[in-house]
């Protein structure tokens, strides 16, 4: 395993009519440097901080105050959609220790009035869903209601040729 980590493959790819020794060193220097200023450009825009989903171990390490909500909704992946769009930094942890399962709802402190938002909408969206009537119960109420239709006679030409 510990081989495997240290070990790395890199494919360099060189256009010339003909390798020399002055040829590949060049192409090697060319390399280094690339990587050189690519680690040079990592450095300068410094750690990327998570946005959106993720761990509350991640969200509490950004030391900006944490705060949570309790939702005891089965569907808590239609609240990523809103939560997304608002642009809020959040955590879902699920707690087993009631009859129901409940999730906890982490986010940074300066992110309320945009949890609220997005807490309205969907809210609003589940409320909508449970409004409509399910599209399931529509087509099985039609199919007890319309009276079975016979299917026409079909009929097979055979045309009788011999050989």
């Known amino acids: 395993m510990q081989e495997e980590v240290e070990s790395r493959t890199v494919t360099l790819t060189i256009r010339t009519a003909r390798l020399t020794g002055q040829v590949l060193k060049t192409a090697v220097s060319k390399f280094l440097q690339h990587l050189k200023e690519q680690q040079t450009e990592k450095n300068r825009n410094g750690p990327v901080k998570p946005t959106g989903k993720q761990t509350v171990k991640q969200l509490i390490g950004q030391n900006q105050g ?90 097979v030409k055979n045309k009788g040729i011999d050989r």
Do not use: C, W
């Open 66 to 155: 944490v705060t949570n909500i309790e939702i005891s909704s089965k569907n808590i992946g239609d609240f990523d959609r809103v939560a997304r769009k608002y642009g809020v930094d959040y955590a879902v942890m699920k707690d087993k220790s009631g009859e129901k399962p409940k999730y906890l709802v982490f986010f940074k402190a300066r992110d309320t009035d945009a949890l609220t938002a997005a807490f309205k909408e969907y809210t609003a969206s589940t409320i909508g869903h449970e409004k409509r009537p399910s599209v399931v119960k529509q087509l099985q109420n039609t199919r007890a209601n319309t009276p079975e239709i016979q299917p026409d006679k079909i009929r």
